[in-house]
Every structure is written in structure tokens, then in C-alpha cells.
């Protein structure tokens, strides 16, 4: 595992990011872990900063809504990162279910990042 990252996360294909619905907005989900999920910086009507809180939900390449309530911990013009609360961690079996449906749905993707 790398030191920059400390848990394994799926980096979505282009043609298979969820959106990510706030309210009004939908913004684009770039990649998930089981503790984080981190977004596009674009699409926001006002761009968190760092320490405020955020909540929405995303539906999984497999179908399952995911309910985001967490802590933006990092922003730039590229990107959003999320730091779930400890009850909206996603399970490690739900993230390689969803792995394997986007490699099903996408069968030459491999953009999953293990750590």
C-alpha cells in the first residue's frame, strides 16, 4: 500500500460515475473508499470548504443509494474529498461488489487503486 493512500478505493470509469445529489445539485463522483468519497470540483452551487459538513446521496454502479453525511476535508478547483461520518462508511464487501458489477458493465476497465 502506498503512503498516500490508506485505503483501497475504485477510481470510476468515465462513462460509469455516479452523481452524487445534494439537494438541487448533482455533481460527479470521481472515486470511492470505504471512508471517503471524492467529488468534481465542478457542478457545486457553493463549493464547500474544508471542515463544513456535507450530506446527499449516490446510487452504486450496482444499484444501492449510499447516504453521504461527512466532513469536507479538501478542496481545489479539480476536486471535493468527503470524510464519511463512522455510520456512513461504506462496507469493504459493498465496495468490491461494486467492482466487480463496474467490471462487469465495463469489461476493459481496471482503474481501481489499491491504496
Request: hydrophobic content about 40%; overall charge positive.
Amino acid at each position: 500500500m502506498s503512503p498516500e493512500r490508506a485505503e483501497f478505493r475504485i477510481c470510476y470509469p468515465l462513462m460509469g460515475r455516479p452523481r452524487f445529489r445534494a439537494g438541487k445539485q448533482q455533481i460527479t463522483v470521481l472515486d470511492l473508499s470505504a471512508s471517503a468519497l471524492r467529488l468534481d470540483a465542478q457542478g457545486w452551487e457553493s463549493r464547500p470548504r474544508p471542515g463544513d459538513r456535507v450530506s446527499g446521496e449516490f446510487r452504486l454502479a450496482q444499484g444501492v443509494d449510499h447516504v453521504v453525511r461527512g466532513c469536507c476535508q479538501r478542496v481545489s478547483d479539480a476536486e471535493v474529498v468527503v470524510l464519511f461520518d463512522a455510520a456512513a462508511h461504506v462496507p469493504m464487501t459493498v465496495i468490491f461488489a461494486e467492482q466487480r458489477c463496474l467490471r462487469s458493465l465495463f469489461p476493459d476497465w481496471n482503474r481501481a487503486t489499491p491504496g
